[in-house]
């Protein structure tokens, strides 16, 4: 085996080892919620480019599972009620 196949082994597994850990920060990704300071102004709802947020039962609700975490919400919240999960 020479030093270039060695090489070319090592950058594969290096390689392997990036996308795992990438694959897994997917799993542990970290979608935002409304918690109960929400005073229901809306202004959450219109400013999510993936409309995801909704208008629940006394707060705006966020869809976890559609929520990109790009937290525009949090910066047109006037009582910062987005937050992270």
């Known amino acids: 085996m020479t030093g270039s196949d060695i090489s070319n082994i090592l950058l594969i ?46 707060k705006y609700v966020i869809d976890g599972d559609a929520c990109i975490e790009c937290g525009a919400c949090v910066g047109v919240c006037p009582v910062d009620a987005p937050q992270p999960e």
């Not at 795992?20 to 480019?49: K, L, R, T, W």
């Open 13 to 58: 597994v290096g390689l392997t080892l990036v996308y795992d850990s990438i694959s897994m920060g997917e799993v542990y990704s970290m979608a935002y919620y409304i918690n109960d300071d929400c005073i229901s102004c809306g202004a959450c709802e219109s400013e999510c480019p993936v409309s995801c947020i909704s208008e629940g039962d006394g």
